[in-house]
C-alpha cells in the first residue's frame, strides 16, 4: 500500500479575484476582520487516484484565485493533506488531526467512498460541515448529518443510460465494474432499470479495487457476444478500460462499449484518444457542456494549469467552494457548524455544468444529467452532448 506524501500545510492565501470568471459568480470579498475560516482538504495527491486529487486541488485554488479569500469578514485558509487514495485509516486520522490540532471549520474533498465514510463519524463528533466533492455512492450523506455533497451519485449518472440502452438497440448486455460501493450502486441501478426496460444481462463481472487486471474479464465479455459492455471504474482508470477493450478486439467483435462518465473521463481524453470514438456515456458534466458559464471555467481552468482539462471532480470540488462562500456569506461570517450547515441546504446557483441545487432533505445534489457520445471536435477528443435529464435527483441504489 502506497504512503501519503509527506503531510504538509498548503496556506492559500491569495489576492481578492481576477477577471477570468468577471461576472460569472458574485463577488464575496468583504474587509477582513475575524479569525481565519481553515478548510481542511483531504485527497489522494499520490497513488492511483491522485487525478482525483490534482482536479481538486487544482479547482479550489482556482476558485479562490478567481473570487478572492474573504468572505464577510473572513479569511479562507485551506489546509492540503494528502491521503493515499487507498486507506480509510489514513484518512480518519488526517480528518482528526484537522479538526483536533489545526482547528478546521470545514471538512472537504474526499476522493473514494471508503475514504468518506472512514471521516464521517469525525465530522459528527465535532459538528463541522463536510463537503463531499467526489466519493459517489448513494448512502454517503446518510453517515453523518453534517455531510453536504456537491459531486455526484452513480446511481444519479447511470439510471438514464440504463433507460436509454434498450431504445437504441441495446438488448443484451454484461455489466463490469469495480468492486466498491459506487461500482455496487451502479451495477445494481443499470441492471434492474436495463431489464425492467426489456433488456437482458447476460453476465456481472466485478474487478478488485486495488491493482486490477481487466484482461481475464474483458475475455470473459468477448465470448458472452452482448450487444455492449456496460462499465464502471473510478477516475483515472478509464485509459486503462479503453485500451484493453480495443487491444483485444471487442470492437471489432461488434460489441459496443457504454457506461458512467468515468471510462471516459475529460482528463483522460487526449490519452484515449480515437480508442473512446462512439462511446454513449451518462454523466453530470462535460468540458464540451456549450454553456458560457463551462465556456469561461474550461478556459481560465486550462490557463491556470498548463492546459489540464477539469473533469467531474474539479466541478464538484469548485462548486464545494461556490457552496462555503454563499453559506458564509448568508450566516454574515458566522462558521458555527449547525449554522452553516443549515445556510447550505437549499442553496441554489448556476455552475459550469449547469443549474445545481443542494437538496435540503438529503443534502445531496439535484443537477442535470447529459447523454454524451465521445466525437473529435477541433482536433481533439470530447464527450458531446446529445439528450439531458433536467434537475435529477439521486434515484437510490
Do not use: C
Request: glycine share 10%.
Amino acid at each position: 500500500m502506497p504512503h501519503p506524501i509527506d503531510l504538509q500545510r498548503r496556506h492559500l492565501l491569495l489576492a481578492s479575484g481576477t477577471a477570468l470568471a468577471a461576472g460569472l459568480l458574485p463577488s464575496f470579498a468583504r474587509a477582513a476582520g475575524a479569525t481565519p475560516l481553515k478548510v481542511g482538504l483531504i485527497v489522494p495527491m499520490s497513488g492511483p487516484f491522485a487525478s482525483t486529487g490534482r482536479q481538486v486541488d487544482a479547482a479550489v485554488r482556482l476558485f479562490i484565485q478567481q473570487h478572492g479569500d474573504t468572505v464577510a469578514g473572513r479569511k479562507i485558509e485551506v489546509i492540503l493533506k494528502d491521503d493515499g487514495g487507498l486507506s480509510p485509516d489514513v484518512t480518519k486520522r488526517l480528518a482528526q488531526e484537522l479538526v483536533a490540532r489545526d482547528k478546521v471549520e470545514v471538512l472537504a474533498g474526499f476522493g473514494l467512498t471508503p475514504l468518506a465514510l472512514a471521516a464521517a463519524p469525525i465530522a459528527t463528533q465535532a459538528k463541522v460541515p463536510m463537503i463531499v466533492m467526489a466519493a459517489a455512492t448513494s448512502i454517503i450523506p446518510q453517515r453523518s448529518p453534517y455531510i453536504v455533497r456537491t459531486g455526484l451519485t452513480l446511481p444519479q449518472v447511470t439510471a438514464p443510460l440504463a433507460e436509454w440502452a434498450p431504445k437504441n438497440k441495446i438488448k443484451t448486455v454484461v455489466t463490469l465494474v469495480s468492486d466498491y460501493g459506487p461500482g455496487l450502486d451502479s451495477e445494481k441501478t443499470f441492471v434492474t432499470r436495463f431489464t425492467k426496460a426489456g433488456g437482458k444481462i447476460l453476465e456481472s463481472l466485478r474487478v478488485p479495487l486495488r491493482n486490477p487486471d481487466y484482461a481475464p474479464f474483458l475475455a470473459r465479455v468477448r465470448d458472452a457476444r452482448p450487444d455492449a459492455l456496460f462499465v464502471f471504474v473510478p477516475s483515472g482508470e478509464g485509459a486503462a478500460v479503453m485500451k484493453q477493450f480495443t487491444d483485444r478486439g471487442l470492437a471489432n467483435a461488434g460489441i459496443r462499449l457504454i457506461g458512467t462518465g468515468d471510462v471516459v473521463d475529460d482528463d483522460l481524453m487526449e490519452t484515449i484518444g480515437a480508442a473512446s470514438e462512439g462511446v454513449v456515456s451518462s454523466f453530470n458534466y462535460s468540458a464540451a457542456h456549450p454553456s458560457p458559464e463551462n465556456k469561461a471555467y474550461v478556459e481560465a481552468f486550462e490557463k491556470a494549469n498548463k492546459g489540464m482539462r477539469p473533469n467531474m471532480h474539479s466541478v464538484g470540488a469548485y462548486d464545494g467552494m461556490q457552496l462555503l462562500y454563499l453559506a458564509l456569506a448568508k450566516t454574515g461570517g458566522d462558521s458555527n457548524g449547525d449554522k452553516l450547515l443549515a445556510a447550505m441546504k437549499g442553496m441554489a446557483w448556476v455552475s459550469p455544468r449547469g443549474p445545481m441545487e443542494i437538496d435540503p432533505a438529503t443534502r445531496d445534489t439535484i443537477q442535470n444529467v447529459y447523454l454524451r457520445k465521445a466525437e473529435k471536435v477541433n482536433g481533439g477528443w470530447y464527450n458531446v452532448e446529445f439528450d439531458k435529464i433536467e434537475k435529477f435527483r439521486d434515484p437510490g441504489a
